[in-house]
């Protein structure tokens, strides 16, 4: 009886989880925007700061709009910023027009990412959390799977790569219709809102600001793979962009498997050990790319990378907002702003790549993150008490 009444709820929260994969296709969209305007790796690499920059500025001013009114009316916000950014290129594409798209993208994701997942625990136990974050990732994996798919048959079929925007816009309005008219019940906050500072005051918790450090080097290996992927394929095998593409394809096909088993792993045993397996697993596709030449080696290195770094996110947002199971939105809002390490790590990536001369500098900066993942593995019974 309980399962029938969550269903009804999990739907429309679900298809939000898939509007907030569109954010990637930011990837793939950087580098036909490479391709189109002839930039530098730097200069497109910095594309990803239009979309990631903002998880700085507004994530926890989220968490605390969130406090006002309410986590279900801040995902509907959420998904209509993110509606306005894909209908930028529907009517104009060039530079500064793909900026304010980028921008609006990466605003509506922040709000999303903040109150989507805390609007989940009000369906959810404490218990079950995990394993429907995990779902969440999967639902969002999905929507970044078939992101660059789209944009291969548009440019074959029809010579447009952009006709994916409109296609999400509609999903989005979907979206925003399904939810408005789904009934949810929120979990009441008891007390005075946090202010800004005191959200920030949290990161001198050691646990909570080890953490943020997680999910920022965590994002960085995910948007860092699906740009790197692509050129390291052009680079190394010398084939085409439209082709080299489905590398990111791959990408979010293996990390789709790995959100699909990560939802029944999850419910079954303990976070922390499959957290080890799945760093290890990152590790061995990221080192492996050092040594990849042939289409084979570098797909089954992309495919390792994300299988592993599928459940990542939702181990490390769930162990975080268990630990403060009363300051959830603001836990929320920090560990959010982690998401600008899709900001930061690919402009460090195109510029070892510019120095060096080649992807292997952007291969590096990708085995920093994952050695940080590797150091947190020591650090997760600080959680227990």
């Not at 500064?96 to 805390?118: A, D």
């Not at 989940?120 to 078939?146: E, R, W, Y």
């Not at 080192?287 to 290195?301: E, Q, W």
């Amino acid at each position: 009886m309980k399962n029938e009444t969550i269903i009804p709820k999990i739907v429309p929260v679900m298809l939000a989880f898939f509007t907030m994969g569109f954010v990637d296709l930011s990837g793939i969209a950087t580098n036909y925007v490479k391709s189109d305007f002839a930039l530098s790796d730097t200069a497109a690499n910095a594309f990803s700061i239009m979309v990631f920059l903002w998880f700085i500025i507004f994530s926890i001013p989220t968490g605390m709009l969130m406090n006002k009114i309410g986590r279900k009316k801040t995902v509907i916000l959420s998904i209509f910023v993110t509606f306005i950014g894909l209908c930028i290129p529907v009517i104009a594409y060039n530079n500064i027009m793909m900026i304010f798209s980028f921008s609006f993208l990466g605003i509506g994701n922040t709000l999303m990412q903040v109150s989507l997942n805390p609007l989940l625990t009000n369906i959810v136990s404490d218990k079950k959390l995990p394993s429907f974050l995990t779902l969440g990732q999967f639902v969002k994996a999905i929507a970044s799977f078939i992101a660059p798919i789209i944009v291969a048959q548009a440019v074959i079929r029809y010579g447009d790569w952009k006709l994916l925007f409109p296609i999400f816009a509609t999903i989005c309005l979907i979206a925003i219709i399904y939810l408005f008219f789904t009934e949810i019940k929120e979990h009441t906050i008891e007390g005075k809102p946090a202010t800004f500072k005191e959200c920030i005051a949290l990161l001198g918790n050691q646990l909570v600001f080890l953490l943020f450090l997680g999910i920022l080097v965590h994002v960085g290996v995910d948007v860092g793979i699906n740009i790197t992927a692509p050129k390291l394929l052009m680079e190394n095998v010398g084939i085409p962009l439209s082709k080299a593409g489905y590398a990111t394809s791959l990408y979010f096909l293996f990390r789709t498997f790995g959100c699909l088993a990560g939802i029944f792993i999850l419910a079954r045993f303990s976070p922390e050990k499959f957290f080890i397996v799945s760093v290890g697993i990152i590790l061995l596709g990221i080192i492996s790319l050092f040594f990849s030449h042939t289409l084979l080696s570098i797909y089954t290195c992309v495919a390792l990378v994300g299988v592993g770094n599928s459940n990542v996110f939702p181990i490390i947002l769930s162990k975080a907002l268990i630990y403060m199971p009363d300051r959830k939105n603001d836990i929320s809002g920090l560990m959010m702003m982690g998401i600008s390490g899709g900001a930061v790590f690919p402009v460090l990536m195109g510029l070892a790549s510019d120095q060096l001369g080649g992807q292997v500098g952007a291969v590096m900066v990708l085995t920093v993150c994952v050695l940080y993942l590797a150091f947190l593995i020591t650090r997760f019974k600080m959680g227990h008490q």
